[in-house]
């Protein structure tokens, strides 16, 4: 089932011929351009915002309320060049690397498997026309540097990355953030944004994403070869002279002169007499790549890509290959000479333990080595644990299938953001769960389509040992799917964000695992009963750690009491739960609780200083969120400042008695917390 969302404001509008007299602003419309590039030829560009939000990893707003959502992506900017808070933007989840420290992280099964870069979000945004891209133009309006990778679909649902890059640290000003694309050979007219937040200060926030593309697939005339437009719109762009401070900053960033950021698109234009309109068919992308249909090579070239890995392990035969077979030496005192010149010469269990430090692409590259070499890589004790989510571009039925003969023992799979767009169906990963299940511990499916009530029955029958089990955004899962659930008795976390399970069906589930350490209900709908589950927790899973309420609208003192029944509790999250005058209850849970490590009470109206009282006896405490709590005084943040010496966060935003001089002065003094404030008009405030 997919996310969609449609919009209105979206519309083109056409222009004369006459391109010099044409002046266009980002902030309105979409734009479609005839130019003529030649005697006989003419190119159209158009230039169009998000029509449709088609899928998300995470939104800070809610399914019911329209501040801080994905949709909000859609259509022109509506804020920019202004900077700050704004509940019209899209706004993720997380920032920084709080999360990534909070006693509910994830720790990923095979971390080798990942890039340099790991995404944490990502957005599918539609457009209403396909054209070959030239340039994407995210508009950041609150803290920008989070973007890493811009991809790009074809008509065959294949992606293409058309950017990659580290997040950044910028200043924190608006920015139109344009980083210079691949050479796209077909037409698209669905981007992925990928994030990572690593680096970020606070929330980041988006107003709107640009495609400018052409109808035609432009290529220049050149003495010695043709070069594309994107090639040379990024010429165009070093050739325009921005402030030299903001160009060594942030050399993609469009922002400094907003008003003529598409300069080097007019220059572009203009020179385009003498060009040739390619109109020969050009192969797939992914068809390319699909050269050979050897069985040894069907993974081999869905994982890409190639040459990375090849490097990769040549690097290690001729650089520190010797330095390992040194150190084995030394190790035994025996001839300072090297034992040997060729890892044929060690023992299989030698060769296995360095083989089990290697990436799934590098796995495969050695298949191709030798008949030995290909024997080993085999081996099931290397595929106990799979990080498949960094290959969710290229990861389809065949590599999965190619997978499954090497995963006798496999405990830990991990196959995040992968299946969606027909990469494969929902019989291929049931019947990899056929196969491959039976010994699974650890499962996380997040955001995965291809996940129905098919797959979590198929998981209740064969998965009988998991432990873990994510399942964030899979809405095809209705109440019939999630019943099967019960029949799990090991569970230990269970992240169901965004679902729709139904409270007797969770409670049901919470009953039957009383192991259960890590829950997270987070978005969940209005009708779902928080106290229920709070309930049953405080009754049924005394080990509980974490549990995340995030926005669960239901969640009365009756809940909270409930908690206080959980001692082991280091982590709890009611923040926008909207309740009035339950904050007296919280005193129980924290005198209750001293293990409390992360709070967070984001938006927990009528909190006041008489309710965190008890968090000085939190000695544990490290992150604590008191976003909007309007009636809290200096003297009780003073007092916890003082008495919790492992704090490391402090969020004070919109705490209306706490001046921001004195949010100075405690940053002063307490250099090592990282104390958060957003000051700005009563108009921006957070809703």
Not at 102 to 112: H, L
Not at 269 to 287: A, D, P, W
Not at 314 to 331: C, G, T
Not at 597 to 623: I, M, P, W, Y
């Amino acid at each position: 089932m997919q996310i969609k969302y449609s919009v209105d404001m979206f519309s083109l509008t056409y222009p004369s011929n006459d391109m010099t007299s044409q002046h266009y602003h980002h902030q309105h419309n979409g734009k479609v351009e005839r130019v003529s590039i030649g005697k006989d030829y003419h190119a159209t560009f158009i230039e169009q915002f998000v029509k449709d939000v088609y899928d998300f990893s995470s939104q800070y707003g809610n399914n019911i309320s329209i501040s801080y959502t994905a949709h909000n992506i859609t259509g022109p900017p509506s804020k920019f060049p202004e900077y700050g808070d704004f509940p019209q933007a899209f706004v993720m989840r997380t920032y920084g690397v709080w999360w990534d420290k909070s006693p509910s992280r994830s720790i990923d099964y095979m971390p080798q498997n990942n890039l340099n870069v790991v995404s944490h979000d990502y957005i599918d945004i539609e457009y209403a026309e396909a054209v070959y891209p030239i340039r994407v133009s995210i508009y950041e309006i609150y803290n920008p540097g989070s973007v890493i990778r811009i991809w790009a679909q074809d008509f065959h649902d294949q992606w293409f990355q058309l950017w990659s890059g580290p997040p950044q640290i910028v200043s924190q000003k608006p920015r139109i953030f344009s980083p210079p694309l691949k050479s796209c050979n077909f037409k698209t007219k669905m981007l992925r944004l990928e994030f990572n937040h690593s680096q970020l200060d606070y929330y980041t926030e988006l107003d709107a994403a640009l495609l400018i593309g052409t109808t035609e697939l432009i290529l220049v005339k050149n003495e010695s070869h043709e070069q594309s437009l994107t090639d040379l719109l990024y010429l165009q762009r070093m050739n325009y002279v921005y402030p030299e401070e903001t160009f060594n900053e942030d050399v993609h960033n469009l922002t400094p002169d907003y008003k003529s950021a598409k300069q080097d698109l007019i220059n572009l234009k203009r020179m385009l007499h003498g060009c040739i309109k390619v109109t020969s068919k050009i192969q797939n992308y992914r068809e390319s790549k699909l050269i050979s249909k050897l069985v040894l090579e069907q993974l081999y070239h869905c994982v890409p890509p190639f040459r990375e890995g090849c490097n990769s392990m040549q690097q290690f035969l001729l650089e520190d290959f010797s330095r390992f077979m040194k150190n084995i030496q030394d190790s035994s005192d025996e001839s300072k000479e090297p034992p040997c010149d060729s890892f044929s010469m060690l023992p299989d269990e030698t060769i296995l333990k360095i083989f089990k430090n290697l990436d799934l692409k590098s796995l495969y590259c050695l298949c191709r080595v030798n008949k030995h070499f290909n024997n080993l890589a085999r081996d099931a004790l290397l595929y106990t644990c799979l990080n498949l989510k960094p290959y969710w571009n290229s990861f389809d039925a065949r590599a999965l299938n190619c997978l499954a003969s090497r995963c006798k023992y496999l405990r830990q799979l991990d196959l995040s953001w992968c299946g969606n767009h027909d990469m494969f169906s929902t019989v291929h990963i049931r019947n990899f769960l056929k196969v491959c299940g039976s010994l699974l511990t650890h499962l996380r499916l997040n955001c995965c389509e291809t996940v129905d009530n098919s797959v979590v029955h198929e998981i209740s029958r064969t998965c009988k040992n998991l432990k873990e089990l994510s399942l964030r955004n899979c809405q095809n899962i209705t109440g019939a799917g999630f019943s099967c659930l019960h029949k799990l008795e090991f569970l230990e976390r269970l992240d169901l964000y965004r679902t729709s399970i139904e409270t007797p069906t969770l409670c049901k589930i919470l009953k039957n695992n009383p192991h259960m350490r890590h829950l997270s209900i987070a978005g969940m709908r209005k009708h779902f009963n928080a106290d229920e589950v709070a309930v049953e927790l405080g009754t049924s899973c005394p080990d509980l750690e974490s549990v995340d309420f995030w926005k669960a609208m239901t969640l009365t003192w009756q809940g909270i009491d409930a908690l206080s029944n959980c001692k082991n509790l280091r982590e709890v999250d009611f923040s926008w739960c909207n309740r009035t005058g339950y904050g007296s209850r919280l005193h129980k849970l924290f005198s209750s609780c001293q293990r409390l490590e992360k709070v967070f009470l984001a938006s927990f109206q009528g909190l006041t200083d008489r309710d965190l009282k008890e968090l000085a006896l939190c000695k544990h405490l490290k992150q604590l969120d008191l976003l909007g709590a309007l009636s809290l005084t200096p003297e009780i943040c003073f007092g916890i400042l003082l008495n919790c010496p492992k704090l490391e966060l402090l969020d004070l935003s919109f705490c209306d008695y706490i001046s921001d001089s004195q949010i100075k002065l405690w940053r002063q003094e307490y250099p090592h917390i990282a104390i958060k404030r957003i000051t700005q008009n009563m108009e921006n405030r957070l809703i």
